[in-house]
C-alpha cells in the first residue's frame, strides 16, 4: 500500500506524501530531481506554488543528506527495519523542513505523522516519527554548525577522488561550495543587460547578470517572454568564448541541448548546426531559439553513428559525463551516482572526441568541455586525444576575466565551484581545452 491521497487530508499533506515517493524514487531508481518530477502525474497536477515546494524540499534533503543521517542518527536508538516502509523518508523530509527550510514544527510533525498513517508499513513507526520530530524541533538548528558539515554531506567515494585530485583544503572548499543554494546567470542576446537595479542583479565580468536572491519566478522576469536573455551558468560561457570571434564561421555543436551554447554562439553572429541524439530534448532547444529568435540547423544525430557531409571551421564537444561540476545546482547526484560510471563515461568521451576531431577542418578549432570534476573526464582526456592525433595542438587560454587559477600550465581551463567570479563566490565545475588542427 503506497502513499495515497484523502479527500480530507489538511494542506500540504499531499505534498509530503509525494515528496515521500519521489525520494525513494530518486535513490532506488537513480532519478534526478528533475527526472522523477516530471515522471510523476501527481506533481503535474500541484498548483505552481506546490510544485515550487516539493522540488524545494527534494533539493534540500540532497544537499544535507548527511548532516540530515547525523541528526536521525543522534535521536534514533536504533535504525528503522527494512519494512518500516517510507518511515525513514518521512523523517528525512521532516528534519529538513525543520532544520533548513524554517517550516513551522507543528506542520511539519502533523504532515509526517499523516503520512506515516496512510501507510500499512509506515503506521506502526508514527509514534516514532512524532518523538524523533520532537526530538529535533526541540534541539534546534545551533547544533549544525558543526566544520564537518561539507564532509558529511559527500559520499567517500567522492572526498577521497577530490582529495587525492585536488588536495584535503580544496576538497573540504568544493563540497562547501555545494551545500549553498546557487545562484541564477543569465546570457543576453545582445550582450547587455535590462537590469539596472543593483538590488536585483550583479554584473559579472563576462556581461552576464547574476540574479539576486528572492527575484520573481525565471519566466516573469523582464525580457524572458521577449527572448532577451536564457539562463545560462557563467562557467558554462567559458568554452565557447575560448573560441575567439566567430563571426560567419560554421561551427558544429555536438550533443547542443538544452542550447545555452548553441544560443551563445548563434548571438556571436556564428552560422551554427546544433546536434543532439535526442530528439526530446531538441525539442527544448528550438524552443529556446524561438523564444530568443535565434536561429541554427537543428538535426537530430548521434555523433559516433552518424556520417556527416561536411566538415565545419570549429566543432564543439560537451560530451556527457558525470556533472560532478554541477552539485550545487543538482545535489542529488552524488547520491544516484556511482564510481565506476566515471570509467564507462570516459570510454565514451574518448570515441566521441575522436569522431568529433574528424569534423573539423585544417586550420580549424576543436573545443572539448564537460561540465565534471574529474580529470578522466578532463583533462586525462585530452592528454590522451593529443598523445594519438599529432595534428592537433592546445590553443592556450588567454581570456583575462576568468578566476585566478583556472588557466593550467597546459592552457586549458579548468573551473572549481568554490571559485569567484567577479567578486561574487560560486559556479559550476568545468573543464575545457580548445585544440588547434594544423592546416
Request: proline share 7%.
Amino acid at each position: 500500500m503506497g502513499l495515497t491521497p484523502s479527500a480530507v487530508d489538511p494542506p500540504g499533506l499531499e505534498v509530503r506524501r509525494l515528496a515521500a515517493q519521489l525520494l525513494r524514487a530518486c535513490l532506488d531508481q537513480r532519478l534526478t530531481v528533475e527526472d522523477a518530477i516530471q515522471a510523476s502525474p501527481r506533481a503535474a497536477r500541484l498548483e505552481p506554488r506546490d510544485r515550487a515546494f516539493l522540488t524545494s524540499l527534494l533539493l534540500t534533503v540532497f544537499r544535507h543528506r548527511g548532516e540530515i543521517d547525523a541528526a536521525l542518527h543522534q535521536f534514533l536508538d536504533r535504525p528503522l527495519p527494512r519494512k518500516s516502509g517510507p518511515a525513514r523518508d518521512l523523517l528525512e523530509l521532516g528534519a529538513a523542513q525543520l532544520l533548513f527550510l524554517g517550516v513551522p514544527p507543528h506542520a511539519v510533525i502533523d504532515s509526517a505523522v499523516g503520512a506515516a498513517k496512510a501507510d500499512r508499513n509506515a503506521l506502526h513507526f508514527a509514534g516514532l516519527i512524532n518523538a524523533v520530530l520532537r526530538r529535533i524541533a526541540g534541539a534546534g538548528t545551533s547544533w549544525l554548525a558543526r566544520p564537518d558539515a561539507p564532509r558529511l554531506n559527500t559520499p567517500s567515494w567522492l572526498w577521497e577522488r577530490w582529495s587525492e585530485n585536488y588536495g584535503s583544503a580544496a576538497a573540504f572548499e568544493i563540497a562547501k561550495a555545494h551545500a549553498e543554494r546557487p545562484s541564477l546567470d543569465i546570457s543576453f542576446k545582445d550582450g547587455s543587460g535590462v537590469w539596472q537595479d543593483q538590488r536585483l542583479a550583479i554584473p559579472l565580468p563576462n556581461g552576464q547578470l547574476r540574479l539576486a536572491p528572492g527575484h520573481a519566478p525565471v519566466a516573469e522576469l523582464p525580457g524572458f517572454n521577449e527572448g532577451a536573455w536564457w539562463i545560462q551558468d557563467a562557467a558554462a560561457t567559458i568554452p565557447v568564448r575560448l573560441l575567439g570571434d566567430l563571426r560567419g564561421r560554421d561551427v558544429l555543436d555536438l550533443c547542443a541541448a538544452p542550447g545555452g551554447k548553441t544560443m551563445q554562439m548563434a548571438a556571436m553572429g556564428a552560422k551554427v548546426t546544433a546536434t543532439d541524439a535526442s530528439e526530446k530534448r531538441l525539442s527544448r532547444l528550438r524552443e529556446n531559439l524561438a523564444r530568443t529568435r535565434l536561429s541554427a540547423e537543428v538535426l537530430l544525430a548521434d555523433v559516433l553513428t552518424t556520417s556527416f557531409r561536411q566538415t565545419w571551421d570549429a566543432v564543439l564537444l560537451d560530451a556527457p559525463c558525470s556533472a560532478t561540476g554541477t552539485i550545487r545546482r543538482h545535489p542529488e547526484l552524488p547520491w544516484i551516482r556511482q564510481e565506476g560510471q566515471i570509467a564507462e563515461l570516459a570510454a565514451l568521451q574518448r570515441r566521441m572526441l575522436a569522431k568529433a576531431a574528424e569534423l573539423v577542418r585544417p586550420g580549424g578549432l576543436l573545443l572539448y568541455c564537460t561540465c565534471s570534476l574529474e580529470p578522466e573526464e578532463g583533462e586525462w582526456q585530452v592528454r590522451r586525444f593529443l598523445t594519438g592525433n599529432m595534428e592537433f595542438q592546445i590553443v592556450p587560454a588567454s581570456l583575462s576575466d576568468l578566476p585566478p587559477g583556472a588557466i593550467a600550465p597546459e592552457g586549458w581551463v579548468r573551473i572549481l565551484p568554490a571559485m569567484s567570479y567577479g567578486g561574487s563566490k560560486g559556479m559550476d565545475g568545468f573543464f575545457a581545452a580548445v585544440m588547434k588542427r594544423q592546416s
